[in-house]
């Protein structure tokens, strides 16, 4: 495994593998790894030659300082999760190597509608950090594939947006969310919630499953009426909402009935630790 740091020797490094013709593919992530990450490593080994994996911890899409501060880092961990795996290269540049001038003075790419909404109108610019970094590794890296879990899924479509709408020749698969035995979605930002957080998590996997469960027996009628009670009970359990809501799956429009593919997106907060989650269903024809 290549630790590379230097955006020149990777240039270089990539180089060499595409006058090779080998098919390369990219794991973008912001370490602290988990079984999710792994997962993505694992598929990714299926589809391409050479596997590379980012480790970033990308301040354009924090929109909070103290959230940036206390994400936690644990690189010589995930060096050794990385190179237990096998992975080709990992690519671990500083916050100057991707920011020369600063973050304020770069350029940014932005996908103007679905950046804006649900979870972009809680976080402003959040996606903007996102889409410009990961079509930053995209130009320096050059993947045929690029691998994205489900678990953020607002994250996905504004990443396979602007892949198609910016003409990036690129393969972008996603893997469905990695979860404990209890339901809780593996995240990086488990590691905030103390014992007692823990155990409550898992709840709101469980909500949003018997959300869908009701919105399916009544055909999606009184969404309204349903969606309130599924906020009201992870009140009553220590959650504080932020979202929680159906949209249409492909164009996170807002529900209708005439739309059969949709998803619950959930953000909430649990003590100091936001966590999010989802689940696609289907309405019945």
Same mark, same amino acid.
């Given at each position: 495994?290549? %630790?590379?740091?230097?955006?020149?020797?990777?240039?270089?490094?990539i180089?060499?593998?595409?006058?090779?013709?080998?098919?390369l593919?990219? *794991?973008?992530?912001?370490?602290? &790894?988990?079984?999710?990450?792994?997962?993505? %490593?694992?598929l990714?080994?299926?589809?391409? #030659?050479?596997?590379? *994996?980012?480790?970033? %911890?990308?301040?354009?899409q924090? #929109?909070?300082?103290?959230? +940036?501060k206390?994400? $936690?880092?644990?690189?010589?961990? #995930?060096?050794?999760?990385?190179?237990?795996e096998?992975?080709?290269?990992?690519?671990a $540049? =500083?916050?100057?190597?991707?920011?020369p001038?600063?973050?304020?003075m770069?350029?940014?790419?932005?996908? $103007?509608?679905?950046?804006k /909404? /649900?979870?972009?109108?809680?976080?402003?610019?959040?996606?903007?950090?996102?889409?410009?970094?990961?079509?930053?590794?995209?130009?320096?890296?050059?993947?045929?594939?690029?691998?994205?879990?489900?678990?953020?899924y607002?994250?996905? &479509?504004?990443? =396979?947006?602007f892949?198609?709408?910016?003409?990036?020749?690129?393969?972008?698969? @996603?893997?469905?969310?990695?979860?404990?035995?209890?339901?809780?979605?593996?995240? @990086?930002?488990? !590691?905030?919630?103390?014992?007692?957080?823990?155990?409550?998590?898992?709840? &709101?996997?469980?909500?949003?499953? @018997?959300?869908?469960?009701?919105?399916?027996k009544?055909?999606g009628?009184?969404?309204?009426?349903?969606?309130? +009670?599924?906020? %009201?009970s992870?009140?009553?359990?220590?959650?504080?909402?932020?979202?929680?809501?159906?949209y249409?799956s492909?164009?996170? #429009? *807002?529900f @209708?009935?005439?739309?059969?593919?949709?998803? /619950?997106?959930?953000? *909430?907060?649990?003590?100091?630790? !936001?966590?999010?989650?989802?689940? =696609?269903?289907?309405?019945p024809?």
């Amino acid at each position: 495994m290549y %630790i590379i740091k230097k955006i020149d020797t990777l240039y270089k490094k990539i180089q060499f593998f595409k006058k090779q013709q080998k098919t390369l593919a990219l *794991v973008p992530t912001m370490g602290n &790894l988990h079984e999710g990450h792994i997962k993505l %490593i694992l598929l990714a080994k299926k589809y391409a #030659d050479i596997v590379i *994996v980012s480790i970033f %911890i990308n301040p354009m899409q924090f #929109d909070n300082t103290l959230d +940036l501060k206390k994400y $936690p880092q644990t690189f010589l961990e #995930d060096c050794l999760i990385l190179k237990n795996e096998k992975i080709d290269i990992l690519f671990a $540049p =500083k916050i100057s190597e991707i920011y020369p001038n600063g973050i304020k003075m770069h350029t940014y790419i932005q996908v $103007p509608k679905l950046s804006k /909404i /649900i979870e972009g109108k809680s976080r402003p610019g959040h996606f903007i950090g996102v889409t410009t970094i990961i079509g930053k590794l995209f130009n320096l890296i050059q993947p045929n594939f690029s691998f994205f879990g489900e678990k953020d899924y607002q994250q996905l &479509l504004v990443v =396979k947006t602007f892949v198609k709408e910016l003409n990036y020749p690129i393969k972008i698969i @996603s893997l469905p969310i990695i979860r404990l035995k209890n339901g809780l979605a593996f995240s @990086s930002r488990n !590691r905030y919630l103390n014992a007692l957080e823990l155990k409550k998590a898992p709840f &709101l996997y469980k909500i949003i499953r @018997s959300t869908i469960n009701i919105i399916l027996k009544n055909n999606g009628r009184k969404l309204y009426e349903t969606i309130n +009670l599924a906020k %009201i009970s992870l009140i009553k359990k220590g959650f504080l909402v932020d979202i929680f809501n159906v949209y249409n799956s492909k164009t996170l #429009d *807002v529900f @209708s009935k005439t739309n059969k593919q949709n998803i /619950i997106l959930a953000s *909430v907060w649990l003590g100091t630790t !936001r966590l999010i989650d989802n689940k =696609k269903f289907k309405l019945p024809n």
